[in-house]
Nanobody
Framework: QVQLVESGGGLVQAGDSLRLSCTTS????????MGWFRQASGKEREFVAA????????DYPDSVKGRFTISRDNVKNTVYLQMNSLKPEDTAVYYC?????????????????WGQGTQVTVSS
């Protein structure tokens, strides 16, 4: 069983930066694909970023590419999401996810483990 605990959410203004963290309890963190999804009020969950454990390959949708960066620290069992140039449309609950496979997926159903989420609110 893997437990994911997110932190770092909050209220910021448009253009600001924020860094989310997700710490895991699993002993095999280094062999999990780690990622982030978000869900805005009244909308479906949206893929935000993911990073493999092989070569650190990362993937992002166009909506955040160039503004968000995912990284991982396998010693601290932690994955980060650095969010720059935040926009009001980035407002959502952000979820940390983990998958024991190899491929970086972009659909929610492909991830085995989910955190409880952290709220990010960007004011205009």
């Amino acid at each position: 069983q893997v437990q994911l605990v997110e932190s770092g959410g909050g209220l910021v203004q448009a253009g600001d930066s924020l860094r989310l963290s997700c710490t895991t309890s699993g002993r095999t963190f280094s062999r999990y694909v780690m990622g982030w999804f978000r869900q805005a009020s009244g909308k479906e969950r949206e893929f935000v970023a993911a990073i493999s454990w092989i070569g650190g390959k990362a993937d992002y949708p166009d909506s955040v590419k160039g503004r968000f960066t995912i990284s991982r620290d396998n010693v601290k069992n932690t994955v980060y999401l650095q969010m720059n140039s935040l926009k009001p449309e980035d407002t959502a609950v952000y979820y940390c996810v983990a998958d024991s496979g190899i491929v970086v997926h972009t659909t929610p159903a492909d991830y085995d483990y989910w955190g409880q989420g952290t709220q990010v609110t960007v004011s205009s």
